[in-house]
């Protein structure tokens, strides 16, 4: 991940470093560039939750027939003999990884669609209202969250089957190498060196099948790992809107708005330049940012008593409508604690923007 909090260029202020969170104070009237426009936010906000499945390969990995060998009578046809024994057990392995991570694959794409369509009711419902609260609606959270955990029992289940492929990837390149050291057994016959170059192309062609299945299998494992981090950074969103009984994606702070207001939509960042004055990466689900963020605000103040504060939820330029769901409420949340703090709510104002830079959601606060 890379880090966006720089050093801090005024010696007033001193750098404070926290964990998933930092803060500079030399920041006092910062810039902010490939921002997004308010009608673009209030587009995205329509889709809470990204509605394409997990991007897993879709290849069906089945080697080919080995061909027939016939003992020759020598110590290389014997050679011969056990060298095809040994690729036919391992074709026979890769048959049965292929159809471990075919169900895999199905089974990942159930519980998604089930996902879906359970947060799909709890986000209708929200857009309406509903009690704060409400037990039924917690209740299929935790449905939602059953998905979610079938998901990740399945990502452990693609981590061992990776295991037991590398194995055998290595097993299969050993094959190989033992097929070419015996070209130069003496003893063999025309017959012999005929059969070992059939069984090296066959290892050569099974090499390469075993290796692209498990470089599918390692992609299917980053891309399921970075699914279900975003879908439980959204369950966490939802918990805290079904505890207040309204759609998160409604009701956000903006400037002069101490509470929520429905229909209120982030604005593009306005008059900022240089650095954050702190930044909060959320990069897990319990980040403890609220003493660094305590202290950054006290020391902004003291400086400048009627300093204007920008809070800006980050969201990472190839990252989903959910995740930068996740990032606008970690910045209405920021939000709360600076009022929580004393900071006036007409001295803060809510926005966000897109980064190249940002891995995983983050809130940057600016002073203007």
């Known amino acids: 991940m890379r880090n966006v909090a720089n050093k801090l260029s005024l010696s007033a202020f001193a750098m404070m470093a926290l964990s998933a969170c930092t803060f500079s104070s030399d920041a006092l009237f910062p810039s902010l560039f490939g921002s997004d426009t308010q009608e673009e936010y209030a587009a995205e906000s329509k889709s809470s939750v990204e509605t394409d499945l997990p991007q897993l390969g879709t290849t069906d990995f089945q080697p080919l027939e080995i061909a027939q060998v016939s003992n020759t009578g020598t110590f290389v046809g014997q050679k011969v003999v056990s060298f095809r024994g040994d690729l036919t057990q391992l074709q026979s ?111 050569n062609q099974t090499s390469i099948l075993i290796n692209s299945l498990l470089l599918e299998i390692n992609n299917d494992i980053t891309r399921q790992q970075q699914y279900i981090e975003t879908a439980r950074n959204y369950i966490v969103d939802l918990s805290t809107a079904i505890k207040s009984g309204s759609f998160m994606g409604a009701p956000l702070p903006v400037s002069g708005t101490a509470m929520p207001a429905l229909g209120k939509s982030y604005a593009a960042p306005r008059n900022v330049s240089g650095k954050p004055l702190f930044v909060a990466k959320f990069n897990r689900q319990d980040v403890k940012y609220q003493d660094g963020l305590k202290q950054a605000v006290n020391r902004a103040l003291a400086a400048k008593p009627g300093v204007f504060f920008e809070v800006v939820a980050v969201t990472p330029a190839n990252g989903s409508a959910l995740s930068g769901s996740t990032a606008r409420n970690n910045a209405s949340n920021v939000f709360q604690e600076m009022v929580d703090m004393g900071v006036s709510p007409d001295k803060i104002a809510l926005s966000a923007r897109t980064s190249e830079e940002a891995t995983v959601s983050e809130v940057h606060v600016y002073v203007r």
């Open 93 to 203: 392995s890769i048959r049965k990884h292929n159809e471990e991570l075919q169900k895999i694959r199905a089974s990942v794409i159930n519980n998604a669609l089930q996902y879906h369509k359970v947060i799909g009711m709890i986000e209708a419902k929200l857009q309406v209202g509903t009690t704060p609260g409400n037990p039924q609606m917690y209740t299929m959270l935790q449905s939602a969250q059953n998905n979610i955990q079938v998901m990740n029992g399945n990502t452990i289940a693609l981590n061992q089957l990776a295991q037991r492929v590398a194995s055998d990837a290595a097993m299969t390149t050993f094959l190989s190498d033992s097929i070419k050291a015996t070209y130069g057994v003496s003893g063999a016959v025309d017959e012999d060196h005929r059969q070992l170059r059939v069984l090296e192309n066959e290892a």
